[in-house]
Nanobody, 120 residues
């Protein structure tokens, strides 16, 4: 069973920074991609950033230049460094991994989410 545990959310003032972490545990053969999504009240969940096993990254336009995704393959952990935060970044942030936990099977696994609130 694969488990994802997120940490690092909280309340921060506009212009501030936060670093989210997500550690994957359990029986995992391979992690192909790791990412962060977010969902604001009344809005659909959207991709924030994603990183492949080879280190390729992609970001939604609204966070480019402010957020940086990285991963530690040895620890099965993905990070999201968020700088210059804006009130519109307020959302629940979810960790996602696309991984294989059974031979011949790949799927997405999700964390429970961590709240990020940007407010003065």
């Amino acid at each position: 069973q694969v488990q994802l545990v997120e940490s690092g959310g909280g309340l921060v003032q506009p212009g501030g920074s936060l670093r989210l972490s997500c550690a994957a545990s359990g029986t995992i053969f391979s992690i192909y991609a790791m990412g962060w999504y977010r969902q604001a009240p009344g809005k659909q969940r959207e991709l924030v950033a994603r990183i492949t096993s080879g280190g390729s990254t992609n970001y939604t336009d609204s966070v480019k230049g402010r957020f940086t995704i990285s991963r530690d393959n040895a620890k099965n952990t993905v990070y999201l460094q968020m700088n210059s935060l804006k009130p519109e970044d307020t959302a629940v942030y979810y960790c996602d991994i696309y991984a294989s936990a059974r031979v011949g099977w790949r799927q997405d696994y999700w964390g429970r989410g961590t709240q990020v609130t940007v407010s003065s």
